[in-house]
């Protein structure tokens, strides 16, 4: 076996990697977790958490990540922070670049996740953080008895959505299609929630302001007629794109660049895992984040242990 820094390396820190970390470190694996940001993933911007088993009442996402670290570090991962920006496969042994260095492991569990995707509309730039935001947590309290528009239709849109109406007056929930994807539970919500205005059949089209936003422009598909609403906050929520920029194209991904992998979490490489959101997969949540980085650590393990032999 040729020698490396690391039996295992993981990259990203959300509920996929710091629950792959849990399994490694009590496996006795020689782990470390690398993050570019502060742990935690997308939980660290949801407001609260209701189906994530285990907590009878919810719990907030920041609680949430609060405990998944803490139990992550009591059980003695380590997690350094640096942003990983490329990976050498080519060897048995995988070398894992950050800007200031690299470290060697014989094996990797990509646990990359996801950011969202923007509407991809004139003005859309402009006004990122002046009125467009993707994380009502964040900024849901800045419009306070205000009128925001959410665009998108499944559970994310919808449940933060329900969170705006806490602040804002009025929340126009702006969807493509005539009824909503998300979980009956939440649509039954959003149904009886008057400050919850749908608009169906409709894209938005053009935001406009000066300073900060002020109106946006929707189009209804069916009838193709134009809208503007005056609005003060637009929340995108309208599907996540995959943190894969940096992988290697040996490694198999499906056409919108998630991370293909087997049953066992393995990637198109030996030796290179994936969890998560990152991967191609029916269904992105916390329970499916964590239940995919479990079985990436075990079979890293066994990886770890084929090569000994
Ligand atoms: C607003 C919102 C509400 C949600 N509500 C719910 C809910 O109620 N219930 C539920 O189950 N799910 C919910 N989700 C989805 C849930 O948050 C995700 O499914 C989950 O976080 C996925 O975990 P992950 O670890 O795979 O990825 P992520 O949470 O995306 O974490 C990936 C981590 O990797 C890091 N990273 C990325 N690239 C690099 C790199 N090159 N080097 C180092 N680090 C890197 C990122 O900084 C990030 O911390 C919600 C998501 C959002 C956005």
């Given amino acids: 076996m040729e020698k490396a820094d690391y039996d295992l390396i993981i990259i990203g820190g959300g509920p996929a990697g710091l629950t792959a970390g849990i399994y490694a470190v009590r496996a006795r694996l020689n782990v470390i977790l690398y993050e570019k940001l ?5 939980i660290i911007v949801t407001d609260w958490v209701e189906n994530f088993p285990g907590f009878p009442e ?3 996402g920041m609680e949430l990540v609060d405990r998944m670290v803490a139990q992550a570090k009591r059980l003695g991962l380590k997690i350094e922070n640096n942003e990983v920006i490329s990976l050498d496969i080519s060897g048995p042994v995988k070398r894992v670049v950050f800007p200031d260095g690299a470290i060697t492991a014989h094996a990797v569990i990509l646990a990359t996740g996801a950011h969202p995707k923007k509407l991809g509309v004139l003005g859309e730039e402009a006004f990122l953080g002046k009125g467009i935001s993707f994380c009502a947590t964040c900024d849901g309290p800045f419009y306070k008895n205000k009128v925001v528009a959410a665009v998108g239709g499944g559970d994310t849109a919808v449940q933060e959505s329900i969170y705006l109406t806490k602040f804002a007056k009025k929340v126009y929930l702006i969807h493509r299609r005539d009824q909503l994807r998300a979980t009956k539970i939440l ?6 929630n008057d400050k919850i205005d749908l608009i169906w059949n409709s894209v938005v089209t053009g935001v406009e302001g000066s300073d900060g936003l002020e109106k946006i422009t929707v189009k209804n598909i069916k009838t193709g007629e134009f809208k503007e609403f005056p609005v003060d906050g637009c929340f995108i929520w309208v599907g996540i794109l995959p943190n894969s920029g940096f992988i290697p194209d040996t490694i198999k991904k499906d056409e919108y660049g998630f991370i293909i992998t087997d049953y066992k979490m393995e990637t198109s490489a030996p030796g290179v895992f994936a ?6 997969t029916p269904l992105r949540q916390i329970a499916t984040a964590v239940g995919d980085a479990a079985i990436a650590a075990f079979s890293a393990e066994h990886y770890i242990e084929s090569l000994k032999n």
Avoid at 38 to 42: F, S
Avoid at 187 to 192: C, H, I, K
Avoid at 275 to 280: F, L, T, V
């Fill in 275 to 280: 969890a998560g959101d990152g991967r191609s």
């Fill in 38 to 42: 502060v742990p935690g993933g997308q």
């Fill in 187 to 192: 649509q039954e919500r959003a149904f009886a």
């Fill in 58 to 60: 919810g719990i907030s």
